[in-house]
């Protein structure tokens, strides 16, 4: 398949969001439609900036959508978006004058789902994690250079329009997994923190049961779609719980070409093949 560029595919999460899947979009397009049923439900277990749960609800891939998110940071914007409140964080986000002063003083205040979309549009790479810099500290142009207010409005409406096809869970992936091993009308998509040491800082909420994870989803009766590192470790794992891998290609929007591996159940390994034949 060719190098997918992240800039060529539909944006709609609010978040900047490290490791974030928008460059998956016709990938996760090509294998949600050549499902041999129209799953129930979608289950996003690692949300983060859902870019995926929300393709899934936007092009009614999904009778509903369940976005899962430990991080009470980021489950509060997800859950005053999804829940009533998309008009009142626009207004925010249009009000303020993305000036060092006044984001300081937002990063100061009381915990909000607004402190948390300043600080992820603030900071070097979109980092929530404690000790993350702001772009610029010194330079006001510099910490704006990410802050685009009329779009993230816009998105942020446009996710409001179809909340009522997404159900917030905040919680522990594995334990939601658990629950869903028996369920055959699921489709999962699996995208949990990068296993190298050096990401992991990237989130606050880093440390992953990646063997429990892989025994897990080893034994769903349902449809599942993992993307973890291209690594021996991951290839590993991969092979100890029986599941089939193969790489994919990237590019992200600094042109940085690279690949991470596509992981299924071996029942579902050809379709895997054939998505990857058609994006």
Avoid at 149 to 162: F, K, N, Q, S
Avoid at 229 to 253: F, R, W
């Amino acid at each position: 398949m060719p190098v997918v560029n992240v800039a060529s595919c539909p944006q709609r999460s609010p978040f900047r969001y490290p490791g974030g899947k928008t460059w998956l979009t016709p990938f996760m397009r090509s294998w949600l439609s050549g499902l041999p049923r129209r799953p129930e439900r979608f289950v996003d277990l690692f949300a983060g900036g859902g870019s995926m749960a929300l393709l899934a609800a936007a092009e009614g891939f999904a009778d509903e959508v369940v976005m899962v998110e430990l991080d009470p940071e980021v489950a509060g914007v997800w859950r005053a978006i999804l829940e009533g409140g998309a008009e009142d964080l626009v207004q925010q986000i249009l009000a303020i004058d993305f000036t060092l002063e006044n984001v300081v003083r937002v990063l100061d205040g009381e915990p909000s789902a607004f402190q948390t979309i300043v600080k992820n549009r603030a900071r070097f790479g979109g980092t929530l994690a404690p000790g993350a810099s702001l772009l610029v500290t010194a330079e006001t142009r510099g910490l704006a250079a990410r802050w685009y207010p009329e779009t993230l409005a816009r998105r942020i409406r446009d996710i409001a329009g179809y909340a009522d096809r997404v159900r917030l869970i905040e919680g522990d992936a594995l334990a939601v997994l658990s629950t869903l091993l028996d369920d055959q009308a699921v489709a999962i998509f699996i995208d949990p923190p990068y296993t190298a040491a050096k990401k992991r800082r990237l989130y606050r909420y880093n440390e992953i049961d990646h063997v429990k994870l892989f025994e897990l989803a080893s034994g769903c009766a349902g449809d599942i779609l993992m993307t973890y590192d291209n690594t021996d470790e991951v290839k590993h794992l991969c092979d100890s719980y029986g599941l089939s891998y193969q790489p994919i290609a990237m590019s992200s929007l600094h042109h940085v070409e690279m690949t991470e591996l596509v992981i299924s159940l071996p029942s579902h390994e050809l379709r895997i093949s054939d998505r990857l034949a058609d994006t």
